[in-house]
């Protein structure tokens, strides 16, 4: 599913959010400002956009994994135009079985893919053995708000105009509709903390934006 629409992500993501999916994953990455990590590991990491951004935190080096060699793809094209490819790296893999060693990285990155991990508990629980002590986790996620009329405009939104146009630009209708159904079932809030919490993540946060509409967690090792 995410092959096929590859070549319209980076497009579909931008305008079907307005934009503001840039300053989401910018205020996320500011969240190790303060961590200065070396070594970072982004997860579900697409076209790598998370990855391009976490840049800003001046790390040795990027890197990043994905199960949609297309979307890969189209992300190591991004990097070599932008002559990243010494910092970052992106390479075929499994959230849930992931190909480093145990504490690996000084912090991991997940921008709108835990809700897509088959087993989250597991994923969590990879995360947690690649980390390094002290290392930090980022998770930039939708979220479903619950307040009125921001609950009840998400919801029409999410269910009939975004799979609509989805729909008719990355012509995969299936994408679309997935989208707003793996945020429904996806624990967000305080659920996704107990779940941190359970994969042994210490001093673990929320931090919803934009009326709630998506979230920000945090958790160290």
């Known amino acids: 599913m995410f092959d096929n629409i590859a070549h319209r992500y980076d497009f579909l993501n931008h305008f079907l959010s307005l934009g503001i999916d840039k300053r989401w994953r910018k205020k996320a990455i500011s969240f190790l ?9 982004d997860i579900a990491t697409g076209t790598g956009s ?10 040795e080096a990027i890197k990043g994994i994905d199960i949609s060699e297309q979307m890969l793809e189209r992300g190591r094209q991004k990097i070599k135009k932008l002559n990243l490819e010494k910092k970052i790296e992106l390479i075929l893999g499994d959230s849930e079985k992931i190909n480093f060693n145990s504490e690996s990285f000084d912090a991991v990155t997940v921008g709108f893919g835990v809700r897509n991990f088959e087993n989250l508990s597991k ?3 990879e995360i947690y053995r690649v980390l390094k002590k002290d290392g930090t986790l980022v998770v930039l996620e939708f979220s479903n708000p619950e307040k009125f009329p921001v609950k009840q405009a998400y919801n029409f939104y999410f269910q009939n105009i975004l799979p609509f146009i989805g729909k008719i630009i990355s012509k995969d ?20 903390i107990k779940l941190l919490d359970n994969a042994d993540f210490t001093n673990t946060k929320c931090f919803p934006l934009t009326f709630g509409i998506a979230s920000i967690y945090t958790g160290k090792k």
């Not at 961590?35 to 590991?41: A, C, D, F, S, V």
């Not at 951004?53 to 790390?59: K, V």
């Not at 209708?173 to 996704?192: C, N, T």
């Open 33 to 41: 400002q303060k961590e200065k990590p070396g070594l970072i590991l």
């Open 50 to 59: 998370f990855a391009i951004e976490a840049l800003t935190l001046n790390p």
């Open 123 to 125: 994923g969590l629980s």
């Open 173 to 192: 209708k299936r994408a679309y509709q997935y989208l707003p159904e793996s945020v429904k079932a996806f624990p967000s809030g305080k659920d996704f």
